[in-house]
């Protein structure tokens, strides 16, 4: 039996092992991808982002343990910072969750971000399609503790959470772009600190402010995550939120052009290996020339690309 | 394609001792040396070690003692490694264990184990040179 036929079986070591093979960019991950992709689209994919510190991890463990008293599975992918200097990695968020690692119908994977610059590591995205396969209902996606502009997990999530919380900036802060822009619904964390009170009201000021006509307005909800409070209301928006996306036609919309914007990354990500690979020399040779400006870049892709296409 | 392989370790504090500092200074050591180390944090069973190594396809258990209670909590997660059939997993020890019990522990299946005072780098090394897969 190979690994794709594994995982349709509920192997959860196949599941384990695949995640390892999309990580490691191996042609095996490949071939069970393939035969995978058939049997996803199915489960609902929340994202968790927030900066360091906001408490992503512990509402992640809150939020898994009320979605499976529903009855519903959960799968984790907890990412967290890669050393851009060693290639290592450590991966804490594991511990906020112990009280999950025991439950048959949670699945929990900490991945390195390993050089992506998007708050989710590029693995996600297949990682993701597995644990659909795999037959989770709600697969959870916690980014690593993003700063203002780490926002890819907009291009991932079904619905996304932003986590924060109180004394991190004064009010400009909540009308900056980036990642204040990406938030179906707000958490605002240790609500049992002080100033959680006026971080609700400069959000709520920040989409006054706003000219965009909300369908969906983003709600806010106050949570204590070490206590659990709070997070049937969070659990409860994200319900409403899932339902909005239905309802509306935008949930398919959505992974429409999910599919588009994944399919391009391959497309261009293969293209340019292509390229690298068949034209080492003279690419290296152009290089050269263009450092010695005798050509200019221009001039140099004009002369590549005209004897590849 | 270009396979990358990063070794991934879990580093875990079985049973009831509180204290976690020398688990840490692997841990960050682990990584300082390009691996990924997944801390699951203090007070752990066998059981929860061996699933969330299985869930992260790790290629290495790293498990740190001080209580005293090695001599039982060691053999119980090779015990669990097995009936899963994920004994391919290398499986080192430290913290405060007695020479006395070292011969005991390596019988049971635990690879190496490093008492207080060995040199990081040979940690580094030994776990370089036996991962199996």
Redesign the interface.
Known sequence: MDLAEKILQKDKRAVARLITLIERENLEAREALKKLYKYTGNSFVIGITGPPGAGKSSLVNELAKKIREKGKTVGIIAVDPTSPFTGGALLGDRIRMQDLTLDEGIFIRSMGSRGSLGGITKAAYDAVKVLDAYGMDYVIIETVGVGQTEIDIVKLADTVVLVLVPGLGDDVQAIKAGIMEIADIFAVNKSDREGADRLVHEIEMMMELSQKDFDFRPPIVKTVAVTGEGIDVLECRISEHLDYLCKNGILEQKRKTRVKEEFMELLKEHITRLILQKNESKIDMLVRDISNRTVDPYTALDILTKEIF | ??????I?VLIAKPGLDGHDRGAKVI??A????????????LR?TP??IV??A????VDVIGLSILSGAHNVLFPRVIELLRE???DDILVVGGGVIPHDDIPYLKECGIAEIFTPGTPISQIVEFIKNNVKK
């Open positions: 394609m270009q396979e990358t392989k990063t991934r841990a960050r682990l990584r300082d040396a390009g691996m990924e180390v997944i801390y699951t944090g752990q059981e929860q699933e969330a299985i869930q992260e396809d899963k059939g994920a």
